[in-house]
């Protein structure tokens, strides 16, 4: 969603409500009883989330809420008709490509004044980073990293071992010549890897570790294409030679994990997705470690990504308390992380994390080990994804899909993502 289509919705929908006040602080008064709270996820993370909220009210009976719950996808087309209609839920988790656009759009109330929700439990510094554009208003919920996944108990099996971890031997080009090796006649029939060119987290650490960032500080594509073209040559390698699946053997340019877990030892992804994946093979043991390092690799490109939830702009004065006491309950309270897990990454909040770390379970401790690597190592700034930016994975997902059927070579499908994605952020201006 662009600036362009958000005022074409927008329009439409004043017309439809005329004298409905712009977005502010608050409006006086609510219209439906019950703070709505707003979350993704598949059938697992609804009944959690369900569960915990059922402990909130339990506690609080004066505070009803009303959960909206749906897919990723689904979940952007409705909070977009929403903000056309200016009746968002009061508490929103925020997709990432959507953060600066909701941010344009004046969807996020500050936090800052809220008597219900407590920021003593974090340092001012951390406070900062969590800031956009010196306002505090969407806080993160979480934080992950881009990982690299594998099947242990698979590695075992077939008596291959990963090269080691440290920065001489971990490199891309280690990586791909041990899938290469581990592919080749395989005794079980497994793969090397999934084709995963298009996991934004994985990339955006290739990028950050050629020099270039994702996106720049002024809201556009931040790296030269030579850094693409390189990136789609590295997979390319793997998947002609067989040695990572075709975008047919695994459903599409994103690999479905229930397709594609028993066929391949490694994936590509985010730290937290271990949480809820490897309970789908219990059978398997499965590990993770930080993405491989390129040999003149820029410093600081590690990076945390910070999951955001939202505080609704026009959320009613009579519901502000109600809401306010929910976000502390979400992101202040430790059983919040005990009845839902760790499926949406580490908690933001540095003394729920730490009081959570005894009691997490041993896929979550994995992730939370990969989240205090990221932390402990040198970091320079990131940018979030700007306005007019919802689209881009699309886009490299059509791009990737042109290039593996042979259509386009590397050269011209790195142009036309990023010809297209320029054109994208061009209409947002």
Request: net charge negative; aromatic share 10%.
């Amino acid at each position: 969603m662009n600036r362009r289509h958000f005022t074409r919705l927008l329009a439409g929908s004043a017309l439809l409500t005329p004298g409905v006040a712009a977005c502010g602080n608050g409006s006086s008064r609510s219209d439906t009883a019950g703070v709505r709270y707003a979350w993704w996820g598949d059938s697992v993370r609804q009944k959690n989330y369900t569960a915990a909220l059922k402990v909130f009210t339990d506690e609080n009976p004066d505070i009803s809420v009303k959960p909206e719950f749906s897919d990723y996808d689904g979940f952007q087309e409705r909070i977009t008709v929403q903000m056309a209609g200016r009746n968002v839920p009061e508490l929103f988790w925020v997709p990432s490509p959507q953060v600066l656009s909701y941010q344009e759009a004046g969807l996020y109330r500050n936090v800052d004044d809220l008597d219900a929700f407590d920021l003593s439990p974090y340092p001012d510094d951390l406070l900062d980073s969590f800031r956009i554009d010196g306002q505090l208003n969407a806080m993160p919920r979480s934080v992950f990293s881009p990982a690299i996944r594998w099947n242990q108990t698979f590695l075992e099996q077939s008596g291959a071992q990963l090269p080691a971890e440290d920065d001489a031997s971990w490199t891309w080009d280690a990586l791909r010549e041990f899938l290469l090796d581990f592919s080749a006649d395989n005794p079980a029939g497994l793969r090397g890897a999934a084709y995963g060119a298009n996991n934004d987290m994985c990339l955006e650490s290739w990028i950050r570790q050629h020099g270039g960032d994702l996106w720049s500080q002024e809201g556009r594509l931040g790296f030269e294409p030579v850094v693409l073209e390189e990136y789609l040559e590295w997979w390319e390698s793997l998947r002609t030679a067989g040695a990572a699946l075709s975008l047919s053997e695994q459903e599409g340019p994103d690999p479905e994990w229930s397709v594609v877990g028993e066929k391949v030892l490694l994936t590509f992804a985010n730290s937290n997705h271990i949480v809820d994946e490897a309970e789908m093979f219990p059978d398997y043991d499965f590990q993770q470690r930080q993405t491989p390092v390129a040999p003149d690799a820029t410093p600081g490109h590690r990076f945390l990504y910070p999951s955001r939830i939202g505080l609704y702009a026009r959320t009613p004065d009579d519901k502000l308390e109600d809401a306010a006491t929910l976000l502390d309950f979400t992101l202040n309270d430790p059983r919040m992380i005990e009845l839902v897990g760790m499926s949406i990454g580490a908690p933001s909040n540095p003394e729920v994390l730490e009081a959570v770390r005894s009691t997490a379970s041993p896929n979550d401790q994995k992730l939370l080990a990969l989240v205090d690597r990221e932390t402990a190592a040198e970091r320079r700034p990131r940018y979030e994804a700007p306005p007019g930016s919802g689209t881009w994975r699309t886009i490299t997902a059509r791009g990737l899909e042109s290039l593996t059927s042979g259509a386009t070579g590397i050269t011209d499908t790195v142009k036309m993502i990023m010809s297209e994605i320029d054109a994208e952020l061009g209409a947002a201006q």
